[in-house]
T-cell receptor, first 114, second 116 residues
Framework: ETGVTQTPRHLVMGMTNKKSLKCEQH?????MYWYKQSAKKPLELMFV???????ENNSVPSRFSPECPNSSHLFLHLHTLQPEDSALYLC?????????????FGNGTRLTVT | AQKVTQAQTEISVVEKEDVTLDCVYE???????LFWYKQPPSGELVFLIR??????QNEISGRYSWNFQKSTSSFNFTITASQVVDSAVYFC?????????????FGTGTLLAVQP
């Protein structure tokens, strides 16, 4: 089983819909992350969780709502999104408390907002 | 402010050519870590290498090699005898030290296309 699994792989939603992205890691990590990848831009860190507690919210609009019920699962709840929110959303996990710990990424969810 | 610059947006080479991907970083930290990731069309970022700021030895792993030069704040990546399977977007990243977790600051990536 792959280390970090994201579902769904693709999602198309209207601006009034509510949907959720799911991430699960099987690596025994305690830190989990959401990154946004838009065309021609660096990966943008959105949220960080450490032992289920949110430690970083990088000025993300409230239409994105993360949830981390345990160290293995991370969700991103989406509502009333805008077309500019269309992007690849990547989940990652890492060993907590170690700056040399590489982040392990999932395959991402390709989101299209119509 | 911490920043990673990958000036090469796209590179196209023919199979078996050598190719170097450039990475320049800015940081005020004295201890930091640098990373390279590969993103194939499937989307997943694959970790390739990590280097800490105190270790300036170059590293070689098969056809891959990395040249870390603190004096020029560069961490370049060379693929020798490139293959079609090397086609991907390559990202350089810098650890942002501080807080309880490792946070990576990424460059914009270099799209490498290896033609048969």
């Amino acid at each position: 089983e792959t280390g970090v699994t994201q579902t769904p792989r693709h999602l198309v939603m209207g601006m009034t819909n509510k949907k959720s992205l799911k991430c699960e890691q099987h690596l025994g990590h305690n830190a989990m992350y959401w990154y946004k990848q838009s065309a021609k831009k660096p990966l943008e860190l959105m949220f960080v969780y450490n032992f289920k507690e949110q430690t970083e919210n990088n000025s993300v609009p409230s239409r994105f709502s993360p949830e981390c019920p345990n160290s293995s699962h991370l969700f991103l709840h989406l509502h009333t999104l805008q077309p500019e929110d269309s992007a690849l959303y990547l989940c990652a996990s890492a060993t907590s408390g170690s700056y040399n710990s590489p982040l392990h990424f999932g395959n991402g969810t390709r989101l299209t907002v119509t | 402010a911490q920043k990673v610059t990958q000036a090469q947006t796209e590179i196209s080479v023919v199979e078996k050519e050598d190719v170097t991907l450039d990475c320049v970083y800015e940081t005020r930290d004295t201890t930091y870590y640098l990373f390279w990731y590969k993103q194939p069309p499937s989307g997943e970022l694959v970790f390739l290498i990590r280097r800490n700021s105190f270790d300036e030895q170059n590293e070689i792993s098969g056809r891959y090699s990395w040249n870390f030069q603190k004096s020029t704040s560069s961490f370049n990546f060379t693929i020798t005898a490139s293959q079609v399977v090397d086609s991907a977007v390559y990202f350089c990243a810098l650890s942002e030290v501080g807080g309880a977790t490792n946070k990576l600051i990424f460059g914009t990536g270099t799209l490498l296309a290896v033609q048969p």
